[in-house]
């Protein structure tokens, strides 16, 4: 087939190039020789804006690439003349196979772009040798991208195209490919290639028992360090190695940041001295070799080190049921592995307080005084108060770091930094970059710290997701999108922040109905806040209120959903307008014009632990963000009814946690009032005892007796399991 570069191909620059391949309905992305250099480059869908900034940002990626996905490439690798004639031969078969564009780089090498009407999955052939050179059929697609456009870095020559190339050649006109046609084409192009040479891998040798400890991930991970030359210049062509000490070094000007350390890559390890963090071969991968989950970066770490994953123990198992509230989840293929490992017999022996040495450890916060670490909580607020750009505001602290001038948020200082991950289902990827363009004024999201902040917007890329739903015959299950994101979320290593935002998009349960489904979610938000040790938010709505919200104990009864979603979170931040009498009054003490929804309030209507629950007056600015002006309005005392409330809230947190407290004694609430919030702990005996007193008479909290007792002096809210004479103590707890 004759070879053509064509000369309008050869006068239009790479951006020039890349804004026709838009036009014509493809997502073209900057390469470096083969490969990007840029982090998440195969989920990039980018606009006319950004792909002009590319040309300053990645001025050394003169090459172009095309995602593949719906545009399915199928690539002939194979440099003996005779067997890629067969190969294209056997191709041109499929009907319209010879309508479909064809680029050459090294020949007889060449690749044909077809289209599907549903994203299609990488497929491929075995790897044969024939005459000592490699032959295989490799079907490029979804995650992928193959090089339309540049100078091949080995014959140092333009890429060359034969019946018309992808700038003239619109995505809706290419020929269409079928699943069966591909697939017969595999079949036939594995017989051509057996008959002509020899199969370039030993046969797979008998799988031996999984050691303790061991897991697949472990395995790869383990292998891939044992042999970087594998692998390495794969993902990083520039990566050289050191003579002296074997490692690979990969230098931040390779990488396109403006870092001043490298990347290096040892049998013994692998350190980013750039960001000062460890990553493993498996991240490295991920990150910078275009594939978008663990998973696929393990199996494509396995094709370079030229062993099948289940030779490093990939099985998919039975697990059978894993009950939860009676529930059970699916078992993701992304989140694969040896399967679960037995827990260890349980002594009780081996938890004598003797085991706890020396001081507590303090609580870890993310928001400090307010939102501590590794915990699951929700965001409330009713309807366009702006608590998703709050919560973006929050992210942006977290990724980029707060000083010590930021105003409030969340009713403190952000005191974390590090990664942090928000999953929208209801801002498009346009919104999203308007609020950041407009939060990131000093456009800090083009240093080293706009890696750590990843916004997905599910508009934007794919639609949205459900993350818990509910089976006929199953029960109440953890979808595999939702395994699969908590995959990706686990091979961050300094993830500090989570968001779901809204929730009620991500679970289809009857939250507001059932306060099983509402427990089960809660138990599937803390257990991957355990596992991350990140603070896991969702925003969540709160329902329209008859009468004004005035407390916070007004705004937690205002969540909407049933009280198991409340009670089940470890933290609750709850936002709402102020009525229009005190938005008017704080904005004349504030020096600013009074509108509609410009003034919200905001605090923390339940925490298990001590935090601050003072009420926070918030004031949105010119941007529609909130900013919290507590400070200026002089407010330093919560109102009686926030203590009261704060109050509730302690109560209701005791008892849930079996260790109840009493009015007064040595479980006293001032006795114990180092485990009450703040503001709380401030107040003399006196107060105390008449803030409870006063509760007490309002019905809010009730004095009750434990079972096997006849004196009624336990403290707890009505509707508590205490209150219900189902109550159990913690062990140890003086009674």
Known sequence: MPQINTAEQSELSPTEIRLRLLENGYLPIPVDGKRPRISGWSSLQSGPADIKSWERAYADHRNTGILTGNVVAIDIDALDEGVCEQLVGRLLEIRDAGLAPCRTGKAPK?????????????????????????????????????????????????????GGDLLSIPFADLPEIAATDLDAFLSDAEVILAAAGTPARAPK???????????????????????????????????????????????????GRGLQEDISIHTDGIRDFGTEETETPISIVQKWGGQQTPRDAAFWLCDRLGHDPEEYGWHRQDLGVRMTLGATWEVSAAANDDGPALAPALSIFDWTVDRFVGAAPPVEYLVDGVIPMGVPGMVSAAGDTGKSYALLELHRRVAFGSNQFASPIFGGKVVTEGTSVMITSEDDANEVHRRIAALDEKEQRYTAAGKRMIIVPLPSAGGARAFWKEDRKRGLLETDDYRGICDQLLSIPDLRLITFDPLASFAHLPLNEDPTAGQFVCSSLARLASETKATVLVAHHMRKSKSPIETLSDAREAIRGSTALVDGLRLAYAMWPADEVRAKRVCKSLGIAFEANKVVLGGVVKANGAARRAMSTYARNEAGLLIDRSAGLGASAPAQGDLRAALVISVEAAAAAGAPFTKTGANGLFELRERLPE????????????????????GEIVRVAARGEKTAKWLDVPTGMFAAGIGTFTAGMPR
């Open 110 to 162: 060449t690749l044909f772009v077809f289209r599907s009407d549903a994203p299609r999955q990488k497929q491929k052939t075995g790897e044969y040798l024939v005459n000592g050179q490699k032959c295989q059929i490799e079907v490029l697609a979804a995650g992928q991208q193959f090089v339309g456009f540049g100078i091949h870095p080995d014959t140092e020559q333009p890429y060359l195209w034969s």
């Open 679 to 698: 503001e709380l702990r401030r107040m003399g005996k006196a107060r105390l005892d008449a803030l409870a007193a006063d509760a007490l008479e309002r």
């Open 205 to 255: 040798p008998k799988r031996e028992a999984t050691p303790p400890g061991e897991t697949f991930w472990r395995r790869v991970n383990s292998a891939a360090l044992a042999s970087p030359e594998l692998w390495v210049r794969d993902v990083f062509p520039s990566a050289k190695q050191e003579p002296g000490t074997g490692a690979w070094r990969v230098t931040s000007a390779d990488l």
